[in-house]
């Protein structure tokens, strides 16, 4: 019984560490939490180093975090997001109805709907 507690535990270790190791590298597509303000936008590695981590955000931000402060890029068709309708500042809530690179459906909680870049998105 000892051992497989021991086993269980040694996996449910490494599993809970392989999410942040998918988003150590250069060119990968990550979420940042965009000046520690609570939501997660979309963004790329542009460089590694010291234990931070560089990214390029869809919108064209840059902001250098430490490498724990990144998420792996996990947005898929269906998941609630919050959007910048238009580009006019207000953010609405959704959900992604498409995903082709940096242009993202979204059909709005209130019924409206738009095609957008990731960079007007965020998540919570």
């Known amino acids: 019984m000892k051992n497989v507690l021991s086993v269980i535990l040694t996996a449910s270790f490494l599993a809970s560490g392989a999410s942040a190791?998918?988003?150590q590298t250069k060119g990968d597509w990550v979420l940042g939490n965009y000046k520690g303000a609570g939501y997660w936008f979309p963004g790329v590695i542009e460089k590694i180093g010291g234990g931070s981590i560089t990214?390029?955000?869809?919108?064209?931000d840059r902001e250098t975090v430490a490498s724990s402060a990144v998420r792996p890029y996990d947005w898929m068709i269906g998941m609630k997001v919050e959007c910048n309708y238009k580009g006019a500042g207000d953010?609405?809530?959704?959900?992604?109805?498409?995903?082709?690179g940096e242009?993202?459906?979204i059909a709005y909680?209130?019924?409206?709907?738009e095609s957008t870049r990731t960079g007007r998105c965020r998540t919570q």
């Open 103 to 105: 242009k993202i459906g």
């Open 21 to 23: 190791a998918l988003a």
């Open 55 to 60: 990214i390029r955000y869809d919108d064209g």
């Open 109 to 113: 909680d209130d019924g409206d709907k």
């Open 91 to 100: 953010w609405y809530p959704g959900k992604i109805t498409a995903l082709a």
